[in-house]
């Protein structure tokens, strides 16, 4: 082998190139990312029931899907809520590996098998099938910068012409409007009807029977006009579009030939289509578009599409109308992962300094310091392979390989450097000579080091994934390692090494760098001796010092018992979240006052650059007593105050919100995997298998929330 590529030095080199190329093609291919997929896949269904409370959109809409969907491939378990504003939603959680693209044809296979058996309104509006992830990439907020347009205005407007050309980017993985777009109100006054002996029933049917599309044919046309003179097309009344048009609606003619029509009876206006969320942005009132993200997609580049795409759009907004991102999870990302780059340069730099204090000589140390970045651009290969992303645990493992990837190459130079030095031979007979004796122990070690990172890729569950990215990283990178040392390595020792001329050192420069080797070179012989002198110490007394490893081992296994458990730290990713739930009959206008007062609250911390707030939703549900603020921190170099981190503010906070009586508020620090919840902690489902019904469950809940509040722990 050795003799193979210090033959064909241009071979070596090709594969080194390769191994860099494919590397290069794989950095710009991957998916950049906090950390990969670590929640099991899963599917959203989404159906909307106007009107309807929570017991009747559960037993004709969420219960009927609930059945048909446990036939699913791979099915692991399923949740759904039933809310108050005529909303359902049910997830389908599948198992680990899942392909989500092959689940969700089997869910809308199974949805159009029921959907015949759902309420007509339920069909009209259609149910939605998403597999996007459940937080949010990022909030775009449209305002008017005059307050001459209103808040419906923007809604309409984004969703005419902005929601389907975010819908579009490669890695969004849904679009959602908090806001509204324009809609018929017709506002039925009960006793006009009565008075004209009339329902609501009555009037809607009117309406849908006139405010139909009808088709008008054509004249002249074949096979029954063939003599005719022209062809012409006959275009039929539309739909109404107008409010006129609709007031002109006739509901009933009388016998006395005089007409009752819709205007007669109802207020008609062109209104909200929804008035189930309201947001606002530092206080004034917007229409909020909210990206989520699609799975295995690249954070950074969506978020980057996004904005180029809104600035393309830009021009065609209202008049005094711009956009802001009020509240972006991408900086902390690119944060993160810039900070483990330097860390990666530090270390290498580091293991650089280190290789060349003990080799002592510029050429040694060239050959591994250029075979480390060539293996770890390379490992990027192996990662776009097996599937994996450029997140924070592959760049740890990146990282922890930068001492590792060197080794091989050491090997080989020291080797061949020792082989000119004892037997006086030119380099390219040392290298065939060297690498001949080395090849097999160097690959032996490699396999060793594979063989204990490739079981801890098979680890099941949540935290398996998490050690599988490690596991790939190192794995890859060690054998990407150990190729280069045994060509490239081989041929740059051939053509770089030389053997000493055992001249003096001259120069100052020179002189001064035998000096620090010659006080590195004393000191460390002198090391070596004590260290050979304890070890024959220990060895005259072997019992005491295996008692001393014993005890060293149970006060080890003591502390680690000890010390708190996690799954992962919580970090300031600057953002965090306040979540507002009021009780059973608080009205929207109510809740919003206690959002308010919240957002005076928090504007008062220096730290806070950002706060919007939605008034009808939260992570927890929707409705009118329900909101969520968004709040977003200044950069980390404008916060280097300990007092001004997350968890400080969130505790402030939190202590703040208790004068607030409207409603419980509490602020939320963001989990580290968003993929995990939307919030920090653990959540925990009571389920009825008794038969309790909802009073009885009611109770449960509370009884070990009280319990929970109680524990010292929690």
């Known amino acids: 082998m050795g003799s193979f590529f210090v033959l064909r030095p241009v071979f070596a080199w090709v594969v080194a190139l390769f191994l860099l190329l494919f590397g290069l093609i794989a950095v710009v291919l991957l998916p950049v990312e906090q950390y990969p997929n670590i929640a099991p896949p899963s599917i959203t269904i989404q159906a909307t029931f106007r009107g309807a409370d929570t017991t009747t959109i559960d037993r004709t809409v969420t219960s009927i899907i609930e059945e048909e969907m446990n036939g699913v491939d791979n099915f692991l378990y399923m949740a759904s809520v039933s809310r108050a504003n005529g909303t359902a939603q049910i997830t389908v959680t599948l198992q680990p590996g899942t392909d989500l693209d092959v689940a969700r044809s089997q869910v809308q296979d199974r949805l159009s098998r029921v959907e015949p058996r759902l309420p007509q309104e339920v069909r009209q509006l259609g149910v939605a099938v998403t597999k996007a992830s459940s937080g949010f990439l990022m909030l775009l907020a449209l305002q008017s910068e005059s307050g001459n347009v209103s ?151 969506v978020a980057r599409q996004v904005r180029q795409r809104m600035a393309e759009l830009e021009p065609v907004f209202p008049a005094g109308v711009g956009w802001t991102v009020p509240f972006d999870t991408t900086p902390f990302i690119t944060t993160s992962i810039s900070s483990v780059l330097v860390t990666m340069v530090e270390a290498l730099l580091l293991v650089t300094a280190m290789v060349f204090l003990f080799l002592q000589s510029w050429r040694s140390t060239l050959i591994p310091t250029l075979i480390v970045p060539i293996a770890l651009i390379g490992t990027c290969a192996g990662l776009f392979l097996f599937g994996a992303s450029i997140n924070l645990l592959s760049l740890f493992g990146m990282v922890v390989a930068i001492g590792v990837l060197n080794d091989d190459a050491i ?77 490239l390595g081989a041929a740059l020792c051939a053509t770089l090494l030389k053997l000493p001329d055992g001249q003096p050192p001259k120069g100052r420069i020179s002189k001064g760098k035998q000096w620090v080797f010659d006080k590195f070179n004393g000191g460390f012989d002198a090391m070596t001796r004590q260290y050979v002198r304890a070890v024959e110490h220990m060895l005259l007394r072997p019992l005491r010092w295996m008692l001393i490893f014993l005890g060293v081992c149970g006060l080890t296994i003591f502390l680690f018992s000890r010390l708190p458990g996690g799954y992962l730290p919580l970090e300031d990713q ?84 208790r004068s607030i009586p409207q409603a419980m508020i509490f602020a939320l620090n963001p989990p580290p995997i968003p993929s995990m919840g939307n919030a920090s902690g653990f959540s925990m489902k009571v389920q009825d298998r008794t038969a309790q019904g909802g009073a009885g469950l009611a109770a449960t809940g509370a009884a070990m929330i009280a319990a929970a509040a109680a524990s010292p722990v929690l």
């Open 151 to 301: 808040a419906v205005e923007m809604g309409n407007f984004a969703s005419n012409n902005i929601l389907n050309e975010l819908r579009r980017i490669r890695g969004v993985g849904d679009v959602q409007l908090f806001g509204s777009s324009y809609a018929m109100r017709i506002w039925l006054d009960e006793r006009k009807l009565a008075s004209f002996q009339m329902s609501a029933s009555d009037a809607m049917r009117a309406v849908q029977e006139q405010n139909a599309q009808t088709i008008g044919g054509s004249l002249g046309d074949l096979p029954l006009a063939r003599g005719a003179d022209f062809n012409a097309q006959i275009v039929a009344q539309s739909r109404f579009s107008t409010p006129e048009q609709f007031r002109q609606v006739i509901l009933r003619v009388n016998n006395d030939g005089s007409l009752v029509r819709l205007g007669d009876v109802a207020r008609v206006e062109l209104g909200n289509e929804s008035y189930n969320f309201r947001l606002s942005v530092n206080g004034k009132e917007a229409a909020g578009i909210a990206i989520q993200l699609a799975n295995d997609a690249n954070a950074l580049d």
């Open 411 to 487: 090997v080989v130079s020291e080797n061949v450097a020792r082989i000119m030095q004892d037997e006086k031979i030119s380099a390219p007979e040392a290298t065939r000579k060297a690498v001949g004796q080395v090849w097999g122990p160097i690959i032996a070690s490699t396999l060793v080091l594979v063989a204990v990172f490739v079981p801890m890729a098979m680890f099941p569950g949540s935290s398996g994934a998490i050690y599988r990215q490690f596991s790939i990283t190192l794995s890859v990178a060690i054998v990407v390692s150990t190729v280069l040392a045994l060509s």
């Open 574 to 657: 600057g953002y965090f979240f306040v979540s507002y739930t009021g009780a059973p009959g608080t009205t929207a206008d109510q809740t919003e006052a206690a959002v308010q007062q919240a957002e005076s609250q928090l504007r008062q911390l220096p730290a806070v650059r950002n706060v919007a707030s939605v008034v009808g939703f939260n992570f927890f549900g929707q409705g009118q007593t329900a909101a969520l603020s968004f709040v977003d921190l200044h950069p980390w170099s404008e916060r280097t105050d300990r007092s001004e981190a997350v968890d400080a503010l969130v505790g402030r906070s939190n202590l703040a919100f």
